[in-house]
């Protein structure tokens, strides 16, 4: 084995180095053929026949004549001996034998000394490696090869380099020739054109058009004969020889060369012919094509041939033995199959391979609206198992769709191949249609039905198929006696319908017989099936029915004994008393029931009359009421009928006995009351008995009722007025939002199913007796239950024609309000908004959301009870739908002149469309016990107690406050007198219709007063009133204020504002106080303080501030105003000013003031009368009357000193100023005019009372203050009063005074007669003789100091005192200045 892999080896390395030379001599060959080629052949042998080895001989033309022998050695005999000394010859010997040819070494080593450096080099052959070592030189073909193939973007080609330069490339000499003059010159211009022109025509000479008589060859110059050379189911290792034959279909001579494999293949073929050259149009040549494949793999490859016109290929397929799968198709559509039915495909598999192999089918996946529940598909693919394929064969596979239910299906089949074959994959597809016979309803649902009863129905029977179908109906066993069809069979048309009428009664006996049937406790669900011709699924609806009983029971007060007999004892005539009894529904269905009497008037049942609705298992409480006539004995019958068809029989019994007291009515009616207001009624209570007798009202707890008087005593034939009060009681948020709710869902009862109805469907015939097995009320209409989409209302008494056109002209009425655009009110457009399938009919679900949620009619404005009567008219055939035609002649009604009116006044209601708004209503039974006056025993007598009832109704407010209730009280608090504080209050329209609100006035004189009136509310919008109160006198103010309207019914409504507030006078103080007493302007003047601000100089200014403090218990708002004023400057200013003149002062606060004095000239008569006022508090411009009086006061000065006399320093002296002298004003004033005087002597009289009394006279000195400068303090002393006088009684204290800026101080001038002065005096003397004298003294006041100085810094003073004579009374004492 060893040996042989040797020898296999060996013979591939010698197969693959003769194909390599077989692919270099291809090459070689192919280079030849190229002009690249072409050019390197000639250069070359150009190298080896000339001498000098160039390539071009004369390439300028520049020659005259080239002798061959000059160029080219010319070998004769002595080449052929080797013979001679020729230098070619040499050559020649030193190449073919380099050892034997060192004799001529030196010789041939001359000869190249003198030839040219590259010809020696070439010559000099004695050292191979010396050659080898020359570098080569590039010839001017190759660079510009290479250019041309750097701007190409190519590689250059190695091939065209020549062995040695030519010689047009720079640096190689000419060769030796004939003398030239250009002999040793480069080429020109022109010459180096010439050379690339030349050296193109050689390129272009290697591929080149062939033309013949003026057409060109395009495309393949030869045809093989076989398109494509395939050597198809191949195995690895054999040998394949193809033979075919090439043909020259170009216009002329032709010649091709093949080119080499690629490497990747070149191993596994092998080309052999015979070159046959030349070849003339026509001609045919024989090649042969060897295939060794080594590895068994597909094998895609081309034989390139390259030809005189350009290079072809001919095409080479190799394919291995291999399976070929190939499926009919990659999906599989198997139609349209009707349920029940399948259909069958065949999927077609070929095998074009040489292969043979065997696959296995499996369903992957299923899905779609027709597939199984187990979510497959359900497609069936053959028997199951392995399918064998055959090489070069066909298979089936045999495929089945049976649809499960409607719709489409898909399903993925797999195709899985033994080998390395791919799995294939089918998608199968198809879909299920329905049987062309079916029902649109599956389940028949009866709902609730009485034992006894007989129900209808229709069963719609459908054909959706293009060819009529017979179906045909049976009865169950189990149904028999129960169920009826009419008719039994039925040819339905095609695209057609046809209803079978249903007839069930129920018996006692169908809960055994289709106890098997039972889904839930008294509910049975019996499959019923149709069987149609030619069909193969059948068609099945399954009849549905819940079984209940038709009984009410009727019990006594304990609930459990039934009722047979009712026993009411003795009874006031004016009273009545009621039994309770219980009403138990056992059935499944709401009952309607209803009680009778033989005299309506002496035996009622309440609430409602006597008329209901049980619920299903509801126990109903109701009092039976026996209200006697007379005082004699009653034996009546009750019976109550139910709307089950059931009739229930029962005695009551009593005795009327009439009481003494009696009431002018027994039922008392109050008025609607908002909540939070009272209403009340007035009847009275009379003694009809011959003897007095004690009674008591008493009114129920937490009722609202309360009566006055409550205990009386009412002597014989006396009555008495009693007052019946009822206050309607505040609703909590919580309960406003329940009723609320409830009133939202008012139309809980259209919506419901028709189940709660299903009693009155099975209601009785109507001529007495149990209803067992008469058809009654179920017979009249079709079952509410017809269809789920159409629930109809139960079929009752249609509504009357005024209601039918009031009702059309309120959705005419809506449907104008609602639509904006005109083009928009269109009933019709209405109609298609609520029709959404486009059937051109309505059913009662839709009628109700047209009115409901498109015209938003409330069930307020439109009752449900209303709703359905209606419908019932549209509706008048029972189909349970309505037309746009019925639809158009109902609107049609309400837009008719006068629709909507009411028929009975021909006056429109006004409130008839108004939501009533929400009440809430209570029987109340006010207790009356009497019993004689003055009896032993102090209970009542039970048979002379009587009742009074009280029914009252409490309705949501529909005006309220801002309380949100219809009462607020409003307090506004302590207000100053003569001053106005307003109040804002709310008054909010809860009501659907605009509220004109209206004002009970108050009193013209009172305080209070409304300043705005009341406008008209919208609904639901609110206004405000504004209350002013105005106190004239500090005294509380109460009053009521009365706001009226009419409710959404006509009823009266009033708002009740209790208005308060307490008039208050405000008490202001200023502080500090000054010392000075206060000015007094009269009794009727308000209290006046005195503020002096100081004495300046002229030009310049004092301030001072004070406080005004509140000591009320409320805030004051002031105004300051000024009354009267003294001096005035001569400029534009005033001398004074306060600040600030305005301002709000809290409660025990205080508000600052400050008061500027700014004098322009000197004068003590400046002064301003102030007055503190309440501000904003009066009417029509009048001022306010002032709280507080504030006279300013100031005096300016033209020197700091100044002196004032007692008659000056007080205020009340400036009341009365003398008029200003304008002029002397401005030349200083009083004082500049003393200053241009002499200094008048002051005399002051000093008369002391009595005789021994003593008198004071003060002298004030002040120095003013300045703002710019402080000037020096004032010195002021007495002098020149003598011993003398001190002794007759005179006395100045002090004598010395020293003033600062800005104060004052006083000197005190005094007279007090001594004793001794008239002991030995002429005074004494001449008071002796009872006469009165004058005893002076003389002294003088100096005053230094200040800036500016005094203008009279010193003048006289003369004090006389008065000296009375002994006999003379005493008088009033007293003190004269005369000056």
């Known amino acids: 084995m060893h040996a042989r892999l040797g020898k296999q080896r060996a013979a591939e390395a010698q197969q693959q180095r003769r194909v390599e030379r077989e692919r270099e001599a291809a090459e070689r060959a192919a280079l030849e053929m190229t002009s690249v080629g072409s050019q390197v052949k000639s250069e070359s042998y150009m190298r080896r026949v000339t001498k000098t080895g160039a390539t071009l001989l004369d390439p300028t033309s520049r020659w005259p004549r080239i002798e ?7 070998k004769d005999w002595k080449f052929g001996l080797g013979l001679g000394k020729d230098g070619d010859i040499l050559d020649m010997m030193a190449d073919k034998y380099p050892n034997t040819a060192a004799s001529s070494r030196a010789e041939a080593a001359a000869r190249a000394a003198a030839l040219p450096e590259p010809v020696a080099a070439r010559s000099v052959l004695a050292d191979p490696v010396a050659s080898l070592t020359l570098s080569p030189l590039k010839s001017a073909s190759a660079r510009a090869l290479a250019e041309e193939a750097r701007e190409r973007g190519e590689p250059a080609d190695e091939v065209v380099e020549p062995e040695l330069p030519g010689l047009w490339d720079d640096g190689v000499p000419a060769p030796p020739g004939p003398p030239s003059p250009l002999k040793g010159a480069t080429l020109s211009v022109l010459e180096k054109r010439y050379m690339a022109a030349a050296r193109q025509r050689q390129r272009d000479n290697v591929v080149v058009e062939q033309t013949v008589c003026g057409k060109t060859w395009r495309g393949p110059a030869f045809v093989p004969s076989e398109p494509v050379l395939e050597f198809l189911d191949f195995e690895a290792g054999e040998t394949y020889v193809k033979t075919f034959a090439l043909t020259n279909v ?192 599956p389940m028949i649902d009866l709902r609730t039905c009485l034992v006894g009863a007989l129900y209808r129905d229709e069963l719609r029977v459908c054909n959706r198929s293009a060819v009529a179908q017979q179906v045909a109906l049976r009865v169950p066993p189990s149904l028999e006696g129960c169920l009826e069809f009419s008719p039994v069979t039925a040819l339905v048309q095609a695209h057609g319908s046809v209803g079978v009428q249903l007839k069930f009664t129920v018996l006692d006996t169908l809960r055994e017989s289709c106890a098997k049937h039972l889904v839930e406790e008294d509910t049975i669900a019996f499959p019923i099936r ?30 459990e004994t039934m009722l047979h007999i009712l026993d009411f004892g003795d009874v006031p005539v004016t009273a009545r008393r009621q039994l309770p009894i219980s009403l138990h529904n056992p059935s499944s269905l709401p009952q309607r029931f209803g009680f009778s009497s033989t005299e309506p008037e002496v035996l009622q049942v309440q609430p409602g009359d006597g008329l209901g609705t049980i619920l299903p298992g509801e126990t109903l409480q109701r009092s039976v009421l026996f209200s006697p006539s007379a005082d004699t004995r009653f034996s009546l019958s009750l019976e109550c009928r139910t709307s089950h ?61 309360a009566v006055a008087p409550q205990i009386g005593t009412l002597a014989a034939g006396a009555s008495v007025r009693v007052v019946v009060s009822f206050t309607a009681p505040q609703r909590s948020a919580s309960v406003e939002a329940a009723g609320e709710l409830a009133a939202e869902s008012a139309d809980v009862e259209e919506a419901s199913p028709a189940s709660g109805d299903g009693g009155e469907d099975a209601e009785g015939g109507g001529d007495g007796g149990d209803g067992g097995g008469s058809e009654g009320l179920a017979d009249e209409g079709p079952d509410e239950a017809t269809h789920p989409e159409a629930v109809e209302p139960q079929r009752g008494p249609p509504a009357s024609d005024e209601m039918v056109v009031r009702v059309a002209a309120l959705l005419n009425r809506e449907l104008e309000r609602l639509a904006v655009d005109p083009s928009k009110r269109s009933w019709f457009k209405l109609f298609k908004q609520v029709d959404a399938d486009g059937s051109g009919l309505i059913s009662f679900d839709e009628f109700k959301h047209m009115v ?173 009133l504004t209350l002013r109160y105005k106190p004239v006198a500090p ?80 805030p004051v708002t002031f105004a300051l105003r000024a009354v009267k004023s003294g001096h005035a400057n001569l400029g534009p200013l005033p001398p004074f000013d306060v600040s600030p003149t305005a301002g709000e002062i809290p409660p025990g606060g205080a508000q600052p003031l400050s008061f500027t004095f700014a004098p322009d000239h ?40 100044f002196v004032l006399p007692p008659a000056m320093s007080g205020a009340q002296s400036l009341l009365a100023p003398p008029p200003l002298d304008v002029s002397a004003a401005a030349e200083g004033g009083d004082a500049a005019a003393a200053a241009s ?68 101080k006083t000197a005190t001038l005094s007279f007090e007669l001594g004793e001794s002065a008239l002991q030995g005096t002429q005074l004494g003397l001449i008071a002796s003789l009872g006469m009165t004298q004058w005893a002076e003294a003389r002294l003088k006041v100096l005053c230094k100091g200040g800036a500016p100085a005094m203008h009279q810094p010193e003048w006289p003073l003369l004090l006389k005192g008065l000296v009375l004579g002994r006999a003379a009374t005493g008088g009033a004492p007293g003190v004269t200045d005369h000056r």
């Open 68 to 74: 061959p022998s000059q160029h080219v050695t010319m």
């Open 250 to 441: 170009s216009n002329s001579f032709n010649s091709f060369r093949p080119a080499a494999f690629p490497p990747e293949v070149a191993s596994f073929f092998l080309l052999e012919h015979q070159p046959p050259g030349r070849m003339v149009a026509g001609r045919s040549v024989s090649l042969k094509l060897t295939f060794t494949p080594k590895l068994g793999e597909d094998i895609d490859t081309v034989l390139l041939l390259l030809t005189h016109t350009g290079p072809m290929s001919v095409p080479i397929r190799c394919a291995p033995k291999k399976l070929a799968v190939l499926l009919q198709t990659s999906a599989l559509h198997f139609g349209t199959v009707v349920l029940g039915e399948s259909a069958s495909l065949t999927l077609e598999v070929k095998n074009s391979g040489a292969l043979g192999t065997a696959f296995a089918v499996s369903l992957q996946r299923g899905a779609g609206d027709a597939a199984d529940e187990a979510g497959k598909a359900v497609f069936e693919a053959g028997s199951g198992g392995t399918i064998t394929l055959a090489p070069r064969s066909k298979a089936t596979v045999s495929l089945r769709f049976t649809p499960a239910a409607a719709g489409s299906a898909s399903a993925l089949l797999r195709l899985d191949f033994g080998g390395d074959w791919r799995a294939e994959h089918v998608e199968l597809s198809g879909s299920g249609a329905q049987v062309p016979i079916y029902l649109p309803r």
């Open 530 to 559: 149709l069987t149609v011709r030619g069909q193969a699924a059948p068609v099945r609806f399954t009849l549905r029915a819940t079984l209940t009983t038709s009984e009410l029971l009727i019990c006594g007060a304990d609930g």
């Open 645 to 705: 068809n059931r009739k229930y029989s029962f005695r009551c019994v009593g005795r009327g006995v009439k009481p003494p007291l009696r009431l002018s009515t027994s039922l008392l009616r109050l008025p609607a009351t908002a909540e939070g207001d009272t209403a009340s009624v007035e009847l009275s209570l009379a003694n009809d008995s011959s003897q007095p007798h004690d009674y008591e009202l008493r009114p129920p707890a937490d009722s609202g009722l």
């Open 852 to 1024: 409901r949620k498109d015209l938003k009619l409330s069930p307020g404005r439109l009752s449900a009870k209303e709703l359905r009567e209606v419908w019932l008219v549209l509706d008048d055939d029972g189909g349970g739908h309505v037309s746009a035609g019925e639809f158009g002649k109902f609107m049609a009604r309400g837009a008719e002149p006068n629709a909507g009116e009411d028929r009975r006044d021909g006056l429109a209601d006004p409130v008839r469309d108004v939501v009533e708004p929400r009440s809430q209503h209570a029987t109340s039974c006010v207790c009356c016990y009497v019993r004689p006056s003055g009896g032993a025993s102090d209970a009542p007598a039970p048979h002379t107690s009587f009742f009074l009832e009280v029914e009252t109704t409490s309705v949501a407010a529909g005006v309220v406050l801002s309380n949100g209730l219809v009462r607020q009280s409003v307090d506004f608090g302590n207000v100053p007198v003569d001053q106005t504080r307003e109040v804002v209050v709310a008054v909010q329209s809860r009501l659907a219709l605009p509220a004109h609100l209206a004002l009970e006035p108050l009193c013209p004189a009172g305080p209070f007063s409304v300043l705005n009136a009341p406008p008209a509310l919208e609904p639901g919008a609110s206004a405000e």
């Open 1035 to 1114: 005294v509380p103010s109460f009053e009521t204020l009365i706001v009226a309207t009419e409710g959404a019914c006509g009823e009266p409504l009033r708002l009740t504002l209790s208005l308060r507030g307490s008039g208050d006078s405000p008490l202001l103080r200023l502080v500090p106080e000054e010392e000075a007493p206060p000015v007094s302007f009269g009794p009727a003047a308000a209290p006046t303080r005195a503020v002096h601000v100081g004495d300046v100089l002229v030009a310049d200014r004092a301030t001072r501030s004070f406080d005004l403090v509140n000591e009320s218990a409320f």
């Open 1162 to 1201: 000197a004068s003590v008569h400046f002064f301003q009368l102030v007055e503190v006022a309440m501000a904003g508090g009066s009417d029509a411009g009048e001022p306010s009357a002032p709280l507080l009086q504030l006279f300013v006061t100031g005096r300016a000065w033209l020197s700091s000193g």
């Open 1237 to 1304: 005087e002499e200094a008048e002597e002051m005399v002051i009289e000093l008369a002391p009372s009595g005789g021994g009394g003593k008198a004071v006279y003060e002298l004030t000195f002040g120095n003013a203050s300045s703002e710019a400068k402080k000037p020096p303090p004032l010195e002021v002393s007495f002098e020149g009063l003598s011993e003398e006088a001190v002794q007759v009684g005179f006395s100045v204290e002090p004598k010395k005074l020293s003033v600062e800026a800005g104060a004052t």
